[in-house]
């Protein structure tokens, strides 16, 4: 048996996209869908309800909470000895679940690919290495870690690494979903268990055209420098954001590699946010 985790807010039409996708799988064997509808009010809780589907359930959270929460939520409700997680507003490959299964005959951690949805019109000045900051992962592996839209756990795996969680202080639950990510993720490894990359194991992502703008590439920059500071409060961590500040700058001036620009701003952001918890404690 497989459990899939879905969080959505207010994104019913993706949200059917992304059921859709994940009913009519190629595969044989046992499978439940476990959606947390976390307080929206677009009509995603009557949708639902009016779903005949008996692989789906659903829970509906009728005040938001943070994205850890939710995914606790669902692993708590779960039934499958293996359990996977997508977005809302991502699209499964055919063979998702069949890859998830085989991948983790031997591995306690499996992820995969995040691509653009098929279709996806980026801008003249876009380049690959910007993917990162909208929620693409074209080759994940240890250093770039997989994303949380396209990650599957044996589930005695991940329950030993929700038990951990709270004995690790530095790590805020109410971190941005990106950050909350890694943190799930490299528990896992810091609990010793494996984890494969499969490029096979694929999930399409829709992008909205306002996350293909430089303002939202400000802010997300700036989230992730936050998010960092949250759960990594490491002082070599500082020293290496301050190292890498003019790093990142002559990079910048050399190659005009916009990338590098958004890296300054996380770093700087980082730094200002460890300054700001050392003051606050």
């Not at 030993?160 to 890694?182: C, F, R, V």
């Not at 409060?233 to 190659?255: D, G, H, Q, T």
Request: glycine share 4%; aromatic share 10%; with cysteine.
């Amino acid at each position: 048996m497989l459990s899939i985790i879905v969080v959505t807010y207010n994104r019913k039409i993706l949200l059917n996209e992304c059921l859709n996708s994940i009913l009519s799988q190629d595969f044989e064997g046992k499978f439940e869908v476990i959606i947390i509808d976390n307080g929206s009010c677009d009509g995603t809780e009557e949708f639902l309800k009016n779903i005949p589907e008996r692989k789906i359930k659903f829970i509906s959270n009728k005040s938001r909470l943070d994205l850890a929460s939710c995914k606790t939520l669902g692993i708590n409700a779960s039934s499958g000895e293996i359990i996977a997680f997508t977005d809302d507003d991502c699209r499964v490959a055919k063979d998702w679940l069949k890859t998830i299964e085989s991948s983790l005959v031997n591995r306690d951690v499996v992820g995969g690919p995040v691509l653009a949805l098929p279709g996806t019109k980026f801008p003249r000045w876009w380049s690959d290495s910007l993917h990162w900051l909208i929620g693409i992962n074209l080759k994940p592996n240890r250093k770039s870690l997989p994303l949380g839209s396209n990650i599957a756990f044996k589930k005695h795996a991940l329950l030993k690494t929700e038990e951990n969680k709270t004995s690790n202080s530095s790590i805020n639950t109410l971190l941005p979903p990106y950050a909350e990510d890694n943190c799930r993720v490299k528990r896992a490894l810091a609990c010793g268990f494996s984890m494969s990359i499969n490029q096979k194991m694929t999930v399409y992502h829709h992008v909205p055209k306002e996350r293909l703008t430089i303002a939202y590439l400000i802010k997300r920059s700036y989230d992730e420098g936050v998010a960092w500071a949250g759960y990594e409060e490491k002082l070599s961590n500082l020293f290496f954001c301050l190292a890498a500040l003019p790093y990142n700058l002559v990079r910048l001036l050399i190659s005009l590699d916009m990338n590098r620009f958004f890296y300054l701003i996380s770093n700087f952001s980082y730094i200002l946010n460890y300054i700001k918890k050392l003051l606050l404690k």
